[in-house]
């Protein structure tokens, strides 16, 4: 069973913690907005986004910062998703 | 008798829970926004919508997860519906 | 003595909850939004609102679900309607 | 002395509620927002108004109904108008 | 010393509420927003504003209603001016 | 040491409030915003602002009206300056 | 590793404390808004954004003026980034 994300949304799953700490990243809070690293799983087919032409330049496998509190969590055979737009991903990790 | 969606809204009917754990999805909720498994029942025709030209890409029968604050339910010979805009179906399960 | 509504708007006058009962149409609320069904009495003209064209495509006689707290109520000899945006139709029923 | 509305506005005067009574017009209030039955006295000339180009359809002496809340009251030689935006008038009344 | 005002700006002088209850305009005000009845000092230059080509149409010497609210006050001189945009003027008193 | 504003952003000084009262003007406050005379040191290149196109029209030297709570305040060797948009200079005094 | 922004965002870093005092910058702070000194690390793409193209002006190794409150915090290997709109980078400090 798979998640196929619609318009300008990507699928991404969080990187464990441990993965997080052995890779040398540390999160830091603010009282607003927490980024996390996650890995994109899927991505959406982009296109006409209200109203406005969006190409997406995501691609699966890519490490990716985001704010926390983007998006809307699933959870599908036993491992969690989430689901948010491109726009609300910040950054890529290499 | 049946609804006809006007626009860019859809019909969706949810999957019942029992249907949802078969099929191995389980939705994690978190305090905003809740996910939810549906099939879309019927379509709209699209077309200008507040001066922006939609497309439907949606189809009958297409299991869709959706976010539980969208929409509006409407119950007709027992059975209840959601209707609510294309752009608030976050992806497609397949 | 009638009221014709004004560029995108529409008149329509509830559905007696009798009525509603007897065609099988029973509406489940939400606390946020509750639809109805009714049926379209007068369309306006439509044209240029708000710098957009607006194309009408409700007539008259149509039965429409809608949500309730849109628009504005008037009563005329001893009738009430309500004065609302096309856009704020959400299905036809039929 | 005339007042002279600009851009997309116009003048109207509320009709007295025994005139209303008379017509047969008997206005239904919700909690949001109370129509009202008011006369066309003068026209803004229109044009741009925010960047989109706005043609009046409003013509002097015509009864409209109105949003309470809409517009701003001014008393002139005694008599009380409202001016607001031609977009607040929601229908004519024949 | 004098106030040249910016874009679709112009700066107005409140008349004196004698001179106002001499020429029979008595303000009523509502809760949320009362008219004022001043007179035009300065025009701004118009032009681009957000994006948008403004004319400008008011003239200096022209009597006009405002919103209270709109605008900031400043003293020069001991007078006081209003500096607001003309979009704020809603109708010219003749 | 200096500060270039990027986009359509100027940066400015307080004019003193003992050379305020010398030029004769004095300065109105109300509940909301309250203006202040400020002179020109820097002006930003203007250019593309949010998909819009911004033309300068403000110069170094010029004194001008504000808001006060409009901008960010920054201190460079013991001046304080105060950073903002060239559309929330309301006018130019002379 | 590295951050790579997306869109039009850029990575900057916090400059010391100590090496603003030194530069003779000290920033005042208002209730809403306090601004920082900052290095730009790291330069987005640019390109389409929200439906407007955005061209990138910012430069790795400029110091910048921000808002406090502006971005996200991040920490890669013991420093700590901020991830943020070219927008809402005020100045450039020379």
């Known amino acids: 069973m798979t998640i196929k994300p619609l318009a300008?949304?990507?699928?991404?799953?969080?990187?464990?913690?441990?993965?997080?700490t052995k890779s040398g990243i540390i999160l830091a809070g603010n009282a607003k907005e927490k980024p996390q690293v996650a890995e994109v799983i899927s991505v959406g087919p982009g296109g006409m986004v209200d109203g406005k032409e969006v190409k997406m330049y995501l691609k699966e496998g890519q490490k990716v910062l985001m704010s926390q509190y983007a998006g809307t969590n699933v959870k599908i055979d036993g491992q969690e998703y989430i689901i948010l737009r491109q726009s609300d991903i910040l950054a890529v990790v290499e």
Chains 1, 2, 3, 4, 5, 6, 7 share one sequence.
């Open 8 to 20: 300008d949304r990507v699928v991404i799953k969080m990187v464990e913690a441990e993965e997080t």
